[in-house]
T-cell receptor, first 118, second 110 residues
Framework: GAVVSQHPSWVICKSGTSVKIECRSL??????MFWYRQFPKQSLMLMAT?????????EQGVEKDKFLINHASLTLSTLTVTSAHPEDSSFYIC??????????????FGPGTRLTVL | GNSVTQMEGPVTLSEEAFLTINCTYT??????LFWYVQYPGEGLQLLLK?????DKGSNKGFEATYRKETTSFHLEKGSVQVSDSAVYFC?????????FGSGTKLNVKP
């Protein structure tokens, strides 16, 4: 079946630095990808929708300048956490819909990236 | 607003025990309901779904019934196996978005 990968799977960085997380669709093309974050014992929350060749759509309350999203190709979306702070520490997950008409049945998720900011 | 509440884990069971993971939701309208499973090191995978009231979704021995009157979608399995150890997420899809619960970790011991 379709696979979505994320890199890195975990990252530790110092406060004030920027971190880039990659999301790749390995055997299918994705014009749209979704980015989620999850705090411990809380729900997965949609952060933004990444659109190939155009600007991302951010959910209310998500800082666009803080979480930069680039969807430069049909198989790659990147999330850059700029000037990271400890409160940005979280689990970040991406997903991409497959080709079937019903996006809910063919939503493929990456394994997630654990970010820890010291 | 839209939200999903599921029981906090971890849930620890012995092999062949009965499993219930509770899930309730608050949503506008009557959305499709889902259970996703995440095995260690892998992405979330669709386990089962139900698209309308009284529908029962089932897969791999797991079942869940769409209960409109109680806004619930509890996950059940009659006899769990060690290989069922994973994190389970309840979710619904409404207005082109997924809304997820916080996940329930299941540990099954031999």
């Amino acid at each position: 079946g379709a696979v979505v990968s994320q890199h890195p799977s975990w990252v530790i960085c110092k406060s004030g630095t920027s971190v880039k997380i990659e999301c790749r669709s390995l055997d299918f093309q994705a014009t749209t990808m979704f980015w989620y974050r999850q705090f411990p014992k809380q729900s997965l929350m949609l952060m933004a929708t990444s659109n190939e060749g155009s600007k991302a759509t951010y959910e209310q309350g998500v800082e666009k300048d803080k979480f930069l999203i680039n969807h430069a190709s049909l198989t790659l979306s990147t999330l850059t956490v700029t000037s990271a702070h400890p409160e940005d520490s979280s689990f970040y997950i991406c997903s991409a819909p497959g080709l079937a008409p019903n996006p809910t049945d063919t939503q493929y998720f990456g394994p997630g990236t654990r970010l820890t900011v010291l | 607003g839209n939200s999903v509440t599921q029981m906090e884990g971890p849930v620890t069971l012995s092999e062949e025990a009965f499993l219930t993971i509770n899930c309730t939701y608050t949503a506008t309208g009557y959305p499709s309901l889902f259970w996703y499973v995440q095995y260690p090191g892998e992405g979330l995978q669709l386990l089962l779904k139900a698209t309308k009231a009284d529908d029962k979704g089932s897969n791999k021995g797991f079942e869940a019934t769409y209960r409109k009157e109680t806004t619930s979608f509890h996950l059940e399995k009659g006899s769990v196996q060690v290989s069922d150890s994973a994190v389970y997420f309840c979710a619904f899809y409404n207005f082109n978005k997924f809304y997820f619960g916080s996940g329930t970790k299941l540990n099954v011991k031999p």
